[in-house]
């Protein structure tokens, strides 16, 4: 059955870094607002906030003490709901980041569970004693060291699988799982269009809180162990869906990374808990379960399949949402393109691979413009606490700090949160005031400004990718046309078709630094986009130049 989501294209905005109205360094809903029409243009219809709640901004945002209101930083209700009748008035969609597994340790519910830790509140969290004077288990934290934090004056520990200032919410408690109900509902009732929804595979637990086998010299042993364990995640996301989404038709994505082999249909297929869920391939290519210092190359073979795999797995199933980076993931063309390769034919090409793929495209604020890695001098200019975590560690692995700082250069997450680049006027037109973070030297050369007129420009692509994505003629191939791969008989050439009925489309991208003479496999019949002024074709070959990628359609 066809969804309203279905051919919508979606933008994340991460508020602090978009764009600041009030000129205090920190992006807001009133600078969201002023940037709709540029968000129009370029084709987005849905568009997805991190958090914007009350927070303390530990871990920003992700650790939110109300859940009923605006943080100050960001506006006011007010602006919210102005936001949300704006959107409107464009034919655009609101998401907010549902963030449900945990809380911030200033939630009123917190506060009152650890003043009395054997109240009403404490049983919103999960309270356990201690073994003798060590912590109930052994689990690692996403941020490093015990997921257990000791309550002052007792024995007792409370449970957060995040930083120890985001405690994890007792979704066994069925008072607490409404309660959150209740809240999700009121704001679907404002008008939200959905939700991402944060971390979700989290919220069940193994709840014989017992050790496994250390994975460290640290005795502790991560979380991905205790995940694999948990069983029945599945009954709680069934239930958030009756009792929420599902009566308002809203479209949801699930930040899902573990989910169990053979299960991918529970959660995305026909009636699934969520309408979508990211696909994490090109994110984790490479990533080492130890921690970033021991992250490895990948090649672009090893990113072929891996998209490839996938597309192969969910297209039968539903629809998974594309991305090349996010606010948690270095810079997608710093990921996937080498450095010195690094050039607006090669940002193009890697963003008409995701974008023509079948999927929900979910484009992260600056992608549009091929907005690139930080270059951080030193670990005091972040502001991260994973990034903080993961340079410690490789400090403590050995890594000098000049190696341990080119890691935070290569996957810190605040690469992707440095200051959207507007202009080349100073701090790339993001502030009149002190950014919250630095922003990135390159804006004079990466900006929207410049682009936006350009016809050549990263930002003009995209527009190009998505006006065909929406086009009469194949918008229906594009969104729920099958997937096949084609020629990976070559190495380093990403190409497949897309095909309903009697419309075909190919996808040919030359993921090289030098040129590529292949044989096409199909009739040629027509080219719909190519990131080079022409394309050089000879019968039945083409001559792709370096990081050359043409969409075709073909018979
Ligand atoms: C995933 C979010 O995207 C990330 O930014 C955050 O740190 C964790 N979940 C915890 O909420």
């Known amino acids: 059955m066809k969804k309203w989501w279905h051919d919508k294209v979606a933008y994340q905005i991460y508020p602090k870094s978009f764009y600041d109205s009030n000129g205090d360094g920190i992006g807001d809903l009133r600078g969201i607002i002023s940037k709709l029409d540029y968000l129009k243009e370029l084709g987005i219809d849905i568009i997805w906030i991190s958090p914007v709640y009350c927070s303390p901004m530990v871990d920003q945002g992700y650790d939110i003490s109300d859940y009923y209101n605006i943080d100050p930083r960001f506006g006011t209700m007010d602006d919210m709901e102005e936001l949300l009748k704006e959107a409107k008035a464009r034919n655009m969609y609101i998401l907010m980041d549902l963030v449900i597994n945990h809380c911030s340790d200033q939630h009123e519910w917190f506060k009152k569970a650890l003043e009395d830790p054997e109240g009403e509140y404490a049983d919103y969290f999960y309270i356990r004693e201690g073994k003798g004077n060590k912590p109930p288990c052994n689990w690692r ?35 607490l799982r409404h309660k959150l109900y209740e809240m999700i509902n009121w704001w679907l009732e404002k008008g939200l269009a959905g939700f991402r929804i944060d971390a979700i595979i989290n919220v069940k637990k193994d709840l014989r809180f017992e050790d496994f086998p250390a994975d460290m010299e640290d005795g502790l042993c991560s979380i991905d162990k205790m995940l694999e364990a948990a069983e029945g ?99 997608g063309v710093s990921h996937c393109i080498k450095d010195e390769e690094c050039n607006d034919n090669a940002k193009k090409m890697l963003g008409a691979i995701s974008i023509m793929l079948r999927g929900i495209p979910f484009i992260y604020q600056g992608q549009e413009i091929g907005m690139t890695n930080n270059k951080f001098s030193s670990i005091e ?24 700082i080119k890691i935070v250069n290569k996957y810190s997450r605040d690469n992707a949160r440095t200051p959207f680049q507007w202009d080349n006027s100073d701090n790339a037109g993001f502030t009149t005031g002190r950014p919250w973070l630095v922003v990135n030297k390159n804006y004079e050369s990466i900006n929207a400004a410049s ?55 190919m996808i040919i991208a030359n993921y090289q630094n030098e040129e590529q003479i292949i044989k096409l496999p199909e009739k040629f019949k027509g080219i719909l986009l190519n990131n080079y002024e022409s394309l050089e074709i000879e019968k039945d070959k083409v001559r792709l130049q370096e990081y050359e990628v043409v969409i075709l359609e073909i018979y």
Not at 387 to 404: F, M, P
Not at 455 to 460: A, G, L
Not at 465 to 488: A, D, N
């Open 233 to 331: 995640v599945g009954d709680m996301l069934y239930e958030l869906n009756e009792e929420t989404f599902k009566k308002y038709d809203a479209f949801t994505v699930g930040e899902v990374f573990n989910e169990k082999e053979g299960e991918l249909h529970k959660f995305i297929g026909k009636d699934g808990y969520f309408s979508s869920m990211f696909d994490f391939e090109i994110e984790t290519l490479g990533k080492s379960e130890k921690g970033w210092y021991d992250n490895k190359e990948f090649t672009t073979n090893e990113l072929r399949k891996a998209i490839f795999n996938s597309q192969l797995k969910t297209m039968d199933i539903g629809f998974k949402a594309n991305i090349i980076e996010n606010h948690d993931e270095p810079r």
């Open 381 to 404: 200019e972040i502001d991260d606490i994973s990034t903080i975590d993961q340079y410690k560690l490789a400090i403590k692995q050995g890594l000098s700090e000049k190696e341990a």
């Open 451 to 505: 682009q936006i007129e350009d016809k050549d420009s990263v930002f003009s692509f995209y527009k190009e990718l998505i006006k065909l994505r929406k086009s009469e003629e194949f918008k229906e191939v594009i969104v729920y046309g099958k997937f096949r791969p084609m020629l990976e008989e070559y190495d380093n050439i990403v190409a497949f078709c897309r095909e309903l009925e009697d419309k075909k489309i």
């Open 141 to 175: 934290s996403y941020f490093g060291g015990s997921v257990w934090e000791k309550i002052p004056n007792t024995n007792k520990y409370y449970l957060h699988l995040f930083a120890k200032e985001q405690p994890d919410l007792n979704w066994e408690n069925p008072k």
